[in-house]
């Protein structure tokens, strides 16, 4: 079982930047692949940015390409996502979600459990 808990969220003007953390526990935690899932208002879930955990390899939606890097600090149990450039069409509750199917990164939402409670991001145009 892994626990997650989001943080750093809040109201940013457009072109501004975030970084949100994502605290780990959990014994398994170390062999998950990990995401940031984000959801809008009257919107479904998006997977927006995936690591895994050899090689550290990601993938990025294509909405944050170039714009947001997510990565991990094992040291401190911690997902990070750093957001540039934000949009006003980012705003949404962010979470994090582990992948106990596999230690690689991917694209499939579906794969992704354990989410936390989230944590709001508001860009302001």
């Known amino acids: 079982q892994v626990q997650l808990v989001e943080s750093g969220g809040g109201l940013v003007q457009a072109g501004g930047s975030l970084r949100l953390s994502c605290a780990a526990s959990?014994?398994?935690?170390?062999?998950?692949?990990m995401g940031w899932i984000r959801q809008a208002p009257g919107k479904e879930r998006e997977l927006i940015a995936s690591?895994?955990?050899?090689?550290?390899?990601?993938l990025y939606a294509d909405s944050v390409k170039g714009r947001f890097s997510i990565s991990i600090d094992n040291t401190k149990n911690t997902v990070y996502l750093q957001m540039t450039s934000l949009k006003p069409e980012d705003t949404a509750v962010y979470y994090c979600?582990?992948?106990?199917?596999?230690?690689?990164?991917?694209?499939?939402?579906?794969?992704?459990?354990?989410w936390g409670q989230g944590t709001q991001v508001t860009v302001s145009s």
């Open positions: 959990g014994r398994a935690f170390s062999s998950y692949a």
């Open positions: 690591i895994g955990r050899i090689g550290f390899h990601t």
């Open positions: 979600g582990a992948d106990p199917t596999s230690a690689f990164p991917t694209m499939t939402l579906g794969n992704f459990r354990s």
